[in-house]
């Protein structure tokens, strides 16, 4: 009998969890990158966030599904936290639907077979039979429906004798009947197999079962602690998933992890004390016998996540208020924020301009990683750096982007003589910057051809790339100085460093044959140094069309058309 159980509640779960994934593949092939598309439009209106959440759950069948791709987008930079954190309460919404639709089976004169075997038998036919993509993802999904249903079967017979044994019987009611252990067992069940909609389901057959007894206000009671612990342990795959993300992602995760306890913490109380299911049985508009515990328990969950979520969408900034609290901003992580470019600024050019130096001032920084990374890397064979700098230079590439359409949208306005000769410098400015961004690129790849060819550099190489990098990053801070305070003598000083550069790359490349030539190094590894040399002399040329600009007469208010127009050195 018990390895009966076993057999069947493995096998059953084994099937249901293989359609729900398999209906989720399908739905995500047939409109995936539409509902990726949605979202990733969404606005800052929390509500239309929780709409669309709900949404994409519902039609995806999976909580978990949603909320990873929630992550990816948070990690991409394309759904700010709080936009997340609007999906993540909708996706809670939506998964319930699970319940709604296992709850069929309780009806009584309905036999899920008579779906279940039709839907795999049709759902088959079309896989192997039809050539065109999206009516085959329509028979994979039929097929899906009916593994899922087929494995509802197999947990049903694995259950319905566990009625009699009033062990199993006691133990459970006992759980359930300390709403803690209760919530606590399903925290965990949910967590191992990583889904609340199975673990949910399994309750539901359960109680249909009368494995819980036949006194159903009693058995109400006591799963309702099951289904709540579920939605704790269900924010498992949302922390998995944000692993090796950024730290905005493991936030995103977070969220999700809060939103839920806090709703248990309060909720079970309730239960305790009786409220909440005599609510539950309020709003159920029939009675509670065997035949409806299914859909009782579907409401339950339902009004759970509904409540929490209409008790935390005014407090969604206080969410995200305590979730960077316990996870909060890095340094570098400043440097990573996204570009801010207020459109209500273009009406005031001179606070416009202000506001897209500061965000110049940013991008500098970011170069100036991008190239160390690249250059930590390189020298240490860190392949985290390597990542690290290949981020940074796509946040260049969206300063650019962002920088150059705002100032299109400033130079549409009526500027005077000064900002509208300036506004051009910028851009020239913004250009370089990101060209520096693609050399740190360039270095990084000189990197990885260094560590996946095992080279290595002599001592008298490696002090050599040492003086580079202080030179460059001497040049990044008289560059930043001069930038931020309109300094056109940090200016100068840069111009200094470009000399030394210049001089090095001249004086070092013989070196390199020099040191070739007393078999000191390979050829091979000199040409790897030679194109280390080469991009960081021309970050350095860079750097000095800023410098230059900056002379020239990038000066709010100091400058004159002349040095404006010499500015322009690219």
Not at 320 to 349: D, F
Not at 529 to 537: G, H, P, S, T, Y
Not at 550 to 569: A, K
């Amino acid at each position: 009998m018990a390895i009966k159980m076993i057999i069947g509640t493995i096998g059953g779960l084994g099937l249901f969890l293989f359609g729900m994934d398999m209906i989720a593949d399908a739905l995500n092939k047939a409109a995936g990158r539409k509902l990726k598309n949605f979202l990733s439009a969404l606005t800052k209106n929390s509500f239309i966030a929780v709409l669309v959440g709900t949404m994409v759950t519902v039609l995806i069948q999976s909580s978990s599904a949603t909320t990873v791709i929630v992550i990816g987008f948070v990690n991409a930079g394309l759904l700010t936290l709080k936009q997340a954190i609007g999906v993540i309460f909708g996706a809670n919404i939506g998964t319930t639907i699970t319940a709604w639709i296992v709850s069929a089976i309780g009806i009584e004169g309905f036999n899920i077979e008579y779906i279940a075997l039709p839907a795999i038998g049709i759902g088959f036919v079309i896989r192997i039979l039809v050539k065109n993509q999206k009516i085959k993802d329509a028979g994979n999904f039929l097929l899906g429906l009916g593994i899922l249903f087929v494995g509802i079967v197999f947990m049903e017979e694995a259950f319905s004798g566990l009625k009699e044994n009033k062990t199993i019987q006691d133990f459970l009611i006992m759980l359930g009947e300390n709403p803690l252990l209760g919530a606590l067992a399903g925290m965990l069940v949910t967590a191992v197999i990583q889904s609340s909609s199975a673990f949910i389901t399994i309750i539901q057959i359960m109680a249909l079962k009368e494995v819980f007894g036949t006194d159903w206000d009693l058995v109400l009671r006591i799963t309702i602690p099951f289904i709540l612990g579920s939605n704790i342990g269900t924010t498992i795959t949302a922390q998995l998933a944000a692993i090796r993300t950024n730290r905005n992602s493991r936030r995103a995760a977070m969220s999700h992890t809060l939103f839920n306890i806090i709703g248990v913490a309060y909720i079970l109380p309730l239960t305790v004390l009786g409220w909440y299911p005599a609510f539950v049985k309020w709003v159920t508009p029939f009675p509670l016998t065997q035949s409806t515990i299914m859909v009782y328990m579907a409401v339950s969950h339902s009004i759970f996540n509904i409540v929490n979520t209409i008790v935390f969408l005014p407090l969604v900034g206080l969410l995200e208020y305590i979730v960077m609290k316990i996870i909060p901003l890095k340094k570098e992580e400043m440097l990573q924020m996204p570009v801010v470019l207020e459109e209500h600024l273009l009406s005031t050019p001179l606070l416009a301009i202000e506001q897209v130096r500061r965000e110049i001032l940013r991008m500098v920084k970011t170069c100036r990683e991008a190239v160390n990374n690249a250059c930590d890397g390189l020298m240490n064979g860190d392949a985290k750096k390597f990542d690290t700098a290949r981020k940074n230079e796509k946040l260049t590439d969206d300063f650019q982007y962002e920088i150059t359409i705002y100032l299109a949208k400033l130079t549409s306005k009526e500027l005077d003589k000064e900002l509208s000769l300036g506004t051009p410098v910028l851009l020239h400015t913004v250009n370089d910057l990101e060209r520096i961004g693609d050399h740190a690129v360039n270095i990084v790849e000189i990197a990885e051809r260094k560590i996946s060819n095992k080279i290595l550099f002599s001592n008298g190489a490696e002090i050599e790339v040492s003086h580079l990098r202080i030179e460059v990053n001497q040049m990044f801070e008289h560059i930043l100085k001069a930038f931020e305070n309109n300094d056109p003598e940090a200016a100068k000083l840069s111009l200094v460093n470009e000399n030394n550069l210049n001089r090095m790359q001249r004086d070092f490349r013989r070196n390199h044959v020099q040191r070739m030539n007393q078999k000191v190094c390979t050829a091979e590894s000199g040409l790897i140094f030679i194109d280390l040399v080469d991009n960081m002399e021309k970050v350095g040329d860079h750097l000095t069309n800023i410098a230059q600009s900056i002379i020239g007469g990038l000066q709010w208010g100091q400058g004159d058309e002349e040095q404006s127009e010499q500015s322009v050195t690219v």
